[in-house]
């Protein structure tokens, strides 16, 4: 095997963390001597042994003069666990091969430098692209101190999210929404505004096996949630958060007794100031938002610069007529003022295709 093919090994090891490591990185490790692997390691809950420590754990042989394939630049800095580098060093290991630098400040550049500071080969930025993708949740947080937010939703091949009935179920195929209860899994949480509630009345919990579920969010400015609803009847088995401008204390108590928690945020326009709502969640440690609409809520984020990546499940179908889409809102006046997003990846998931780019924001 080569670099490319032993990092690989490291990304899927890294992905196992998914879900369970929030607000840090998943991250993977492999050790390597004379072409074969001798430990593997991944991050498997917040606040436990990093990846590389997993894996020198699991060293079946001498890691004198071994490889280690990592995912993440070794950390370097005394936090719940003492610095990987270290071990790294009195391992015995001569080479590190790095996919990302880390994003973290107290990390960032200082470990690789460590490492080459006692005579160790370090090589950067193998599968790079894959590895970067692995800490997208964590570089947002790290940084700003506020959520990744996924745009999520399935459309027709004529744009639309409903019929002109207003029906939706169901748009994608049975692959795609697997895809999406797997996405829920790995979400921190998952948001929706009012209107999708008081249409679909949906759970908002993963149905997969061996998933779990991620906190619900429901955007209600004025608190106009049924107490009878889904939602609120399941409140105290799943974490549930209500964010509203509503401050009348009276009004919270029935659905506190039910097990709902609220984030009061101001006001803004029709709706709540949703900047201020992702640094209210940052402060919680939610570190990842999956945002499921619908169409008012996702302008909404989307004019106030909260998203940063769009994923579209595109299902060969034409609903017509319907005035239903995905984005409503203002929307903007002329074509160059749109919100532009980065050249897209595309996948085919069962009978639809799932398009993702990164939104761009000037
Ligand atoms: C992880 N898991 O496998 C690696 C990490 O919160 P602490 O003290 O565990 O430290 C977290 C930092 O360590 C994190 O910011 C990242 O920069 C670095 N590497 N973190 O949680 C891992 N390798
Ligand atoms: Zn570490």
Not at 15 to 36: C, E, F, L, Q, W
Not at 150 to 178: F, N, P, Q, V
Not at 261 to 282: A, E, S
């Amino acid at each position: 095997m080569n670099d490319l093919e032993y990092m690989k090994l490291a990304v899927e090891l890294a992905r196992k963390g998914a879900g369970k490591v929030s607000p840090n990185p998943m991250v993977g490790a492999v050790i390597v001597k004379n072409d074969k692997i001798i430990g593997k390691g991944y991050h498997k809950k917040f606040g436990s042994s990093h990846a590389e420590i997993n894996a020198l754990k699991d060293c079946v042989a001498s890691t004198k003069d071994a490889t280690i394939y990592v995912t993440l630049e070794p950390c370097c800095h005394y936090g719940k666990t003492p610095p990987c580098t270290e071990a790294i060093i009195k391992s015995g290991i001569s080479r590190v091969v790095i996919g990302t630098l880390d994003v973290n400040p107290v990390v960032a550049g200082k470990g690789s430098y460590q490492l080459q500071q006692h005579g160790i080969q370090v090589d950067i930025g193998v599968l790079e692209h894959e590895c970067k993708h692995l800490i997208r949740f964590f570089k947002k947080f790290i940084i700003d101190k506020k959520p990744f937010v996924l745009m999520k939703y399935a459309m027709t091949m004529d744009g639309k999210t409903a019929t002109y009935t207003g029906a939706s179920k169901w748009i994608s195929c049975e692959k795609s929404r697997e895809k999406v209860h797997q996405l829920r899994s790995e979400f921190s949480a998952i948001m929706v505004g009012i209107t999708t509630v008081l249409k679909d009345d949906p759970m908002l919990n993963c149905r997969i096996e061996n998933g779990r579920n991620p906190i619900r969010i429901i955007c209600d400015t004025t608190l106009k949630l049924p107490l009878t609803s889904q939602i609120v009847k399941t409140a105290h088995s799943i974490e549930t958060y209500i964010a509203t401008a509503q401050t009348d204390d009276e009004k919270l108590i029935p659905y506190k007794e039910l097990g709902c928690k609220f984030i009061t945020v101001d006001k803004k326009g029709d709706f709540i100031n949703l900047n201020q709502l992702m640094t209210k969640l940052g402060k919680l440690q939610i570190d990842s938002v999956l945002l499921e609409g619908g169409g008012m809520l996702n302008w909404s984020a989307l004019n106030e610069r909260i998203v940063q990546e769009i994923a579209v499940f595109v299902s060969p179908k034409v609903f017509g007529g319907s005035p239903h889409t995905p984005v409503t809102g203002q929307g903007i006046s002329i074509p160059d003022n749109a919100i532009k997003l980065q050249p897209c990846s595309f996948s085919s998931v069962g009978s639809d295709f799932l398009i993702e780019s990164e939104v761009i924001y000037p």
